[in-house]
């Protein structure tokens, strides 16, 4: 978690082998925040990492089956 000036997110999402797939990136100015997360539940799995000063981005993997 962190405070941006400005802060934007794209994804894209596809089908594999009956599990929905999604890859996200993301992007901040004027920032500073550092995140990592991990969720494993049933039918649901996804890790995504962040960072920034000044400014960064992070990336989201998630897939669902």
């Known amino acids: 978690m962190g405070a941006a000036a400005a802060r934007g997110e794209c994804s894209l999402a596809f089908e594999l082998a009956d599990a929905k797939v999604t890859v996200g990136v993301s992007g901040s100015v004027g920032s500073v925040e550092a995140g990592?997360?991990?969720?494993?539940?049933?039918?649901?799995?996804?890790?995504?990492?962040?960072?920034?000063?000044?400014?960064?981005?992070g990336v989201r993997i998630q897939v669902e089956y």
């Open 36 to 57: 990592f997360r991990y969720a494993n539940e049933p039918g649901h799995w996804e890790i995504s990492t962040n960072g920034a000063l000044f400014a960064g981005g």
